[in-house]
């Protein structure tokens, strides 16, 4: 899959082409003819102008893929986006993984189901509004916002960075900026590095502008698959499941578990 | 003691016992002692902010207000009789000279109708007396000492070392601040906005515990967490 170079505007059009045109698909080797064929038939190969969305179970979770081929940062910020929602919906997603082409949620509710009952709106949560309140409210307490500011305060000089060998004091001369980036946060909002931090994260971390041209794109255009096992388009993206890190925020969950496990060791 | 906790007690607050008195930990990193309403905070280092920026490191000013905020809303939490700062309230020996006008005001409206002790510690030993207060080195209730730097005696709560601890599941890992306790003895964290920590996995702290089999109780986003020490890193 590549680097960490997200899939250019103009491949990912390409790319979204050659799979809407069927004639296309002769220049393909063999093999991925086949791939895309059984595609065709167990699902669909997405359109260019649309959205395709499929959910299907697997082991005990349920699974929803969705393909906008705009390169992994894109659709890492709409896993980080888009699970959010979920959680307020009840679908109780537990994890995201992206390649350059396509993004995989997975959680416990059975998403199929809830879309057939009216209970998850596709729509709705595919709407661009996503990058409003959601995104405000995530940004403020990710973990990338704070790596995005450190940057920012080493290269106004606000910090030194500290090299691996350097001696390490007993109690932190250096700055935690985490520290500063929180006080900031609340008490001087609009300052200069937290602008900064800001448009760096939005630009080569987030990939904003690209996932709020691909929202509008396909905003009225997604096309839902109610499948009973995964797709073969599916299958690339779902390897990654394990091989990549799940991309998500630590929270007082994790600290809970580590309790737990005291709790269980203590009981057995 | 133990007979006054309910079972809701258990689950919404932390608890942390030392030579058998438990004291509520809580989640701003402050313990309370609920019979004497005894409040205690370490490590406020109030203007760490301006002291940095004295030495050219120009940090935002926002600190001593950030800190005094976070301690006045755990003051009306527990509307405390007595309120112990364990030391390092101030980062340094001048610090107090330039608290503002209205970090002033906020310290000793916190002051009114409690008493106040600064106990003294290595980045302010010689406190004023126009800051409100009493100041001591250390200072004995029941069975418990209260002194800035932990000396590992039974029955003794301190500050100073500022133990954080990581923790990792599963390939995500976070660090936060948090209490070191073993039942005997305890260390707080520090309670100030621009205090830095110590892992608890520390040789600072195999001291004063001895044993590895005390517990780090971190001070996670809406609960306290009980977690082993030979757990974090």
Not at chain 2, 24 to 41: P, T
């Amino acid at each position: 899959m590549g680097g960490k170079f997200p899939l250019s505007t103009y491949l990912a059009e390409r790319v979204r082409k050659l799979l809407d045109d069927k004639r296309a698909w002769n220049a393909l080797p063999e093999q991925v003819r086949d791939w895309l064929s059984l595609q065709r038939d167990i699902s669909k190969v997405p359109g260019v102008r649309e959205l395709l969305v499929e959910t299907f179970p697997r082991a005990d979770k349920h699974y929803l893929v969705c393909y906008p081929f705009e390169g992994r940062l894109a659709h890492q910020t709409l896993g980080m986006l888009l699970t959010r929602r979920m959680e307020r919906a009840r679908v109780r997603p537990l994890g995201f993984v992206a390649n350059e082409y396509a993004l995989a949620v997975w959680g416990l509710g059975d998403m199929s189901f809830m879309i057939r009952q009216g209970r998850l709106d596709l729509n709705a949560l595919f709407d661009p509004d996503m990058l409003g309140d959601d995104l405000e409210a995530w940004l403020a307490e990710s973990a990338l916002m704070k790596r995005t500011f450190r940057t920012c305060a080493v290269i106004s000089g606000l910090i030194a960075r500290r090299f691996t060998g350097e001696e390490k004091s007993r109690r932190q001369v250096l700055f935690s900026t985490d520290l500063i980036y929180d006080v900031l946060r609340k008490h001087q909002p609009d300052h200069v590095l937290l602008r900064g931090a800001r448009a760096d994260a939005a630009t080569g971390l987030l990939d904003l502008r690209r996932l709020g041209d691909m929202l509008l794109r396909i905003k009225g255009r997604i096309v839902h698959k109610e499948l009973d096992k995964v797709s073969p388009l599916a299958v690339p993206v779902m390897l990654e499941i394990g091989r990549e890190s799940v991309y998500g925020e630590a929270s007082d969950e994790l600290l809970a578990e580590a309790a737990d496990e005291l709790v269980k060791e203590a009981m057995s | 003691m133990a007979m006054t906790r309910t079972a809701i007690d258990i689950v919404t607050r932390s608890w942390l016992d030392v030579a058998d008195v438990s004291l509520v930990a809580d989640l701003s990193g402050a313990l309370f002692w609920e019979e004497q309403r005894l409040l205690v905070v370490s490590d406020l280092h109030l203007e760490k902010g301006s002291s940095f920026a004295a030495r050219g490191v120009l940090l935002p000013p926002y600190d001593t207000v950030a800190t005094l905020g976070r301690l006045a809303a755990v003051i009306a939490r527990h509307d405390p009789r007595m309120v112990i700062a364990l030391g390092d309230s101030f980062h340094d020996r001048t610090a107090h000279e330039r608290l503002s006008d209205s970090d002033r005001d906020a310290l000793s409206a916190l002051q009114v109708r409690r008493d106040w002790i600064w106990i003294s510690g290595n980045h302010d030993p010689a406190l004023p007396s126009d800051l409100g207060g009493v100041v001591a080195t250390e200072v004995a209730i029941g069975p418990i000492a209260f002194r800035h730097e932990p000396t590992g005696a039974a029955g003794e709560i301190a500050g100073h070392l500022h133990p954080k601890a990581r923790v990792s599941t599963r390939g995500r890992s976070m660090e936060r601040r948090c209490f070191a306790c073993d039942g005997e003895r305890a260390v707080m964290p520090a309670f100030g906005a621009y205090t830095g920590g110590l892992s608890i996995r520390d040789a600072a702290f195999a001291k004063i515990f001895q044993t590895p089999g005390f517990m780090a109780h971190v001070l996670g986003d809406v609960r306290l967490h009980t977690i082993a020490a030979s757990r974090c890193y």
